[in-house]
Every structure is written in C-alpha cells, then in structure tokens.
C-alpha cells in the first residue's frame, strides 16, 4: 500500500533517493524536486489586505439598514400621529370663561379669550400645558406641572395659581403652594400671595396679593393703586368695548372692586371715584371727561 | 475568564494574530488554483470578514477551519482564471557539484522554465496541493485540512502531480 505513493513520499522526504532510483525519469524527477523547492511565493500584501478588510468590515457594519430604518420611521410615524391627535386644545370665546379638567383631576379656569392645549394620551408622561392668554389653575398634587406661553415658562407642584400671558403681559400670581417662574434666562419662585409681571420682556413687579382667587374667576376685579389707563384696559377687554380716556386729566392711582359682568356698574363707580362723565360714542364706544361741575 | 477573553477572535488583537496566521496561506492556495492575486485577495477578505462577522460564535481553535472552510466555499465567479506565474529564488545553487559545462547555466534556465509551464498545465487540485507544499512548506496533513480532503487523496495528488510534472517536463524535450 505504502509503495503507491512512493513518490509522494520521496518528495516529503519520508524516504531517500535510493528508494526510487528504479523509477523511470528518476533524473528529472530529482531536479523537479530540486526546483521546485526553489519557487517564491506569490507577491501578498498582508497590510494592505489587512487594511482594506478592516475598513470593509466597518463599513459592513454600517450599512445601512432599511428595514430596521423603515420600522423605526413607522414607529415614529404612528407615534406622532398619536401625539398629535391626542392633543387637546381648549378655546374661550370672548366675554366667556370655560373650565377644563386635566387627566388627574387638575382644573383650569380658561379666561375669556383664551386657548389652552394639553396632551391627553401623554399626560403622564408630559404634564405639559401651552397656554395663550389667562387662565386660572389649580393643580392636583402630583408631579411638576408646566404651564407653557410664549412670554416665560411656569413650574408647579400641587397647587393653585393665575397665569396671564396676553400680547406683551406675563403674569402670574400663586394663591397656594409655590410656583416657578421661569422667564428668559430668569428663574423666580413665588409663594402663596405673591406674583410676578413682566412687560416688554423686563420684570415689572413682584409683589403681594391678598385674594384668594383672581378677580375674573370670580367676576369681579380688584385693583389696587393701578393707573386709570390700566383699569380702563381690563374694562375694554372684559366687555369688548373701547373707551377714549385721552380728556381726562384726574391721574390718580386707583384701588378698589370692579364688577367684570356688568359694565353699567363699572362705569358708574369709575365715573364717581374720577369724577368725570362719560358719553356713549356707539354701542362699544365711550369716551370720558373731566366732570366739570365743582 | 482571562483566558476566554485572551481566546476571543472578537478581540482585535487576537484577529489580527489570527489574520498574520492563516491570510498569507489562504492567499496562495487561491493564486495556486486560479492563478489570479486579485481574486485571491478578495478570498482572503471575504474569509476574514465572515470571520469577524461570526467572531462570537467561532472559538479560536476553530478559528483556521473555519477558514479553510468559508474559502473553499467561496464563489468568485466574477474573476477570471488566469495562468499562474511563478517565480524562482534570484540565485539558486547549483544542482550538482560536477557538472560545470558552460552549458549547465542554460539548461538550468531551460529546465526552470519548463517546469513553470508543466506546473500550469497541472490540474487545480494537483498544482495547490504541489506548490502548497514545495512553496509553503506545508506538511501533507497540513495541505489536508487546507483543501479538506484526507491525507491518503493529498498523497494521490502530490503522486499524480509529480509523475504529470515529469512526463510534461520529458515530453517538452
């Protein structure tokens, strides 16, 4: 058996020449033999292939992956359309209030003339609120409460508050609890009776207050030692109306009660406190003027 | 622990002692069959990445079977078959000591050439089995794992190639 591959073994050198010396072409298989153990190995580069397949396999690996890439856009598709269809968005008419209940029992007070937007199907995930205009909130104790609006950002936990956010106003008043307000760069806490404003993107006031609610929610509203021009601002947006108070001379600071659903009565008690008459230009227009009896 | 860790073909290190190990060798037996060194890079790519892309699941011991194994059942239709070039040592010693006739270097040079053109008209599987060994040095068993065949078959071919080498190399004459 061995001797079958006789030749292979002298070529391995298992065996010596003499033990094929009888083959035939002996000679030429010795030089075959010789030769051949002088051939050169083919010209490899081991770097460079080496280089090559590693920047390969990261590429590999990067590949780009359509149906995870896919799957991962439908998810994303289908949870936006979610989010989007889940948002809910509250608007009051004006010269009428409406009263929204959060997902954990929270309530808001939308003022005339306001929109409010929350995300139900996220709500605890994002108890995030936009607010755009006026609204009264109280918040089930729980965790942090956002209150959104275009001027500054208002932080809560458990608690009740007014946030105002109306053309170039940002306010917001605490009645129980504490707030943060947070403003541009500007961080403000506010503890129960306090509150914050700013106009024109600067901090106008912060002082106290001593309601237990805003005036509006109850229909009523309160100033104190505001200027006439500011009370005569609130009457024309509580009742739609627009007053001409430019004859006026009286500049005193006013404090004291107005009714917000009844405009007769409020003009009345202006007219007294001011001493002025005031004339009906048209249905929603009046106009004030010094009342010149002594 | 350690020692799993050392034996991970995962580990860059290890795969690239892997690769210094086994590319040179995987290379040349392509170019012995196909005669074609692009061809015979891409194989020793392609084994490698699969390599790396099953680093987990192959343990180093494994790891050169595993080698053999994928290029053999690599396909690169895409390339074409070319004749394989060899080439000698640039100063090879003299064959025997008595001949010094002033025809020796030309037959010696005649010879070499003769042998090359026999070596390409080898069938695939007697040429790699041949030039593995008389070029890589490798043992029988050794070119067995290679072309995963058993020893007695590498046997048969290295007998076959040499008795095809030597009538070629006598009918060229």
Same mark, same amino acid.
């Not at chain 1, 808001?108 to 003339?113: D, E, G, H, R, T």
């Not at chain 2, 053109?117 to 068993?141: C, G, W």
């Given at each position: ?12 050198? /298992? ?47 990067? /590949? ?119 403003? /541009? ?27 237990? /609610? ?81 | ?173």
């Amino acid at each position: 058996m061995k001797k079958k591959y006789n030749l292979a073994d002298w070529l391995d050198n /298992k065996i010596d020449d003499q033990s094929i010396e009888d083959v035939s072409g002996f000679d030429t298989l010795k030089k075959i033999k010789y030769y051949s153990g002088w051939l050169e190995k083919p010209d490899f580069n081991k770097d460079k292939v080496l280089e090559n397949l590693k920047s390969t396999r990261t590429t590999k690996k990067k /590949k780009f992956n359509w149906s995870i890439a896919a799957s991962i856009l439908i998810i994303l598709g289908i949870s936006s359309l979610i989010f989007i269809l889940s948002v809910k968005d509250f608007t009051s008419q004006i010269n009428s209030q409406e009263t929204v209940l959060l997902p954990d029992d929270s309530k808001v007070i939308l003022a005339q003339n306001s929109k409010f937007q929350f995300n139900n199907w996220f709500w605890n995930f994002d108890r995030t609120t936009k607010l755009n205009g006026q609204a009264y909130f109280e918040v089930a104790k729980g965790k942090t409460f956002t209150v959104k609006t275009n001027s500054g950002k208002v932080k809560v936990l458990g608690t009740r508050f007014d946030v105002k956010s109306r053309d170039s106003i940002f306010k917001v008043v605490c009645y129980e609890g504490s707030v943060k307000v947070i403003f /541009k760069n500007e961080e403000n806490i506010l503890k129960k009776g306090q509150f914050i404003t700013y106009q024109n993107g600067k901090k106008l006031e912060q002082s106290n207050i001593y309601n237990e /609610k805003p005036e509006w929610v109850s229909k009523t509203h309160q100033f104190k030692g505001v200027s006439l021009s500011e009370v005569m601002q609130q009457l024309e947006q509580d009742y739609q109306i627009e007053v001409d108070i430019t004859q006026v001379t009286e500049d005193k600071r006013f404090s004291g009660t107005l009714p917000s659903d009844s405009l007769s009565l409020a003009l009345d008690i202006l007219s007294k406190t001011y001493q002025m008459n005031f004339s009906v230009i048209n249905e929603n227009k009046f106009i004030f003027v010094d009342d010149d009896q002594e | 622990m350690e020692k799993n860790l050392a034996d991970n073909v995962c580990d860059e290190k290890v795969y690239e002692r892997v690769y210094n190990s086994y590319s040179e060798v995987i290379n040349n037996y392509f170019y012995y069959k196909f005669g074609n060194q692009e061809m015979a890079e891409e194989s020793v790519q392609e084994a490698f990445i699969k390599l790396w892309e099953n680093c987990k699941k192959v343990p180093l011991a494994k790891a050169k079977s595993y080698l053999y194994t994928v290029a053999n059942n690599l396909s690169l239709n895409r390339y074409k078959h070319k004749k394989v070039v060899l080439k000698y040592a640039k100063t090879v010693p003299q064959h025997t000591e008595d001949k010094q006739s002033p025809d020796y270097k030309m037959e010696e040079e005649e010879f070499k050439v003769k042998l090359e053109k026999a070596i390409q008209d080898l069938s695939e599987k007697q040429r790699t089995a041949f030039l593995l060994h008389r070029i890589d040095e490798k043992s029988y068993k050794e070119i067995a794992e290679i072309l995963n065949i058993s020893v007695k078959a590498v046997e048969k071919r290295m007998q076959k190639a040499l008795e095809s080498l030597r009538e070629k190399i006598e009918a060229f004459k």
